[in-house]
């Protein structure tokens, strides 16, 4: 059994377990849940970085970070149509802006969480915001409908905007119209999507 440390609000571990859910693995992962501001669960992190989500095999090798777990999930399960081999560079890079997204999201929510009201620096908010619009204009120009099967570049994306639903309470929607309908396909195809819901 495969162990991943991750927790509910994380957006690059749901990005994982819709991974491991879409290629049908989900049953050989146990979760186990971290909570990176109570100091004694983090000490169960494995990770080096202690960060989420880390993946531990069997034999104690550990696999990080989100995107190299997705890619060894879909090695894993032999669900080569998840990254296609035709255009994987184009597949990687949709998902690695769409992983810029989370992460400039992200680093606007630890703005606001870890540094005191008057350390907040505006500046550095709007340069994060920035890179969140950019990627997401850049996304809609380039993002792809959904087929059968999510690919990995799709399921990033909708970690995103996952994300960005549940920390900035969706105000991307009204500029972001086409994506916000992506997202609906997405949520309707996609049972893992709504069963890792952090606000439900
Ligand atoms: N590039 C990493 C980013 C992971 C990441 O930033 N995780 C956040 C939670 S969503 C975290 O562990 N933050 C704790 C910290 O940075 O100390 C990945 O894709 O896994």
Redesign the pocket.
């Known amino acids: 059994m495969m162990r991943l440390y991750s ?1 509910p ?5 749901r ?2 377990k819709m991974t491991a859910a879409i290629c049908g693995v989900k049953s050989d992962i146990e979760i186990i849940s971290i909570d ?1 501001n109570d100091p004694k669960s983090a000490e169960l992190n494995p ?1 080096p ?6 993946l531990a095999l069997e034999n104690g090798d550990i696999i ?4 190299v ?1 997705c890619e060894h999930l879909i090695d894993y399960s032999g669900r080569t149509e998840i990254l296609p081999a035709d255009n994987r560079v184009a597949y990687l890079t949709r998902a690695a802006v769409a ?1 810029g997204v ?2 400039a999201a ?1 680093l606007m929510v ?1 703005e606001r969480r870890f540094r005191s009201k008057d350390q907040i620096n505006a500046e550095w908010l709007n340069r994060q915001n920035r890179k969140v619009l950019g990627g997401l204009e850049w996304l809609s120009a380039h993002c792809q409908p959904i087929d059968t099967t999510p690919t990995l570049d799709q399921i990033t994306l909708a970690a995103a905007l996952g994300y960005l639903d549940f920390r900035f309470a969706g105000e991307w929607r009204t500029r972001f119209k086409e994506l916000a309908l992506w997202l609906t396909q997405y949520q309707q195809m996609v049972p893992s999507f709504r069963a890792t819901d952090p606000s439900a």
Not at 64 to 67: E, G, P, Q
């Open positions: 927790s609000p994380s957006p690059f571990g990005k994982v990176g990770s970085l202690n960060k989420i989500p880390v990080a970070d989100s995107r777990i992983d989370t992460e992200l630890y």
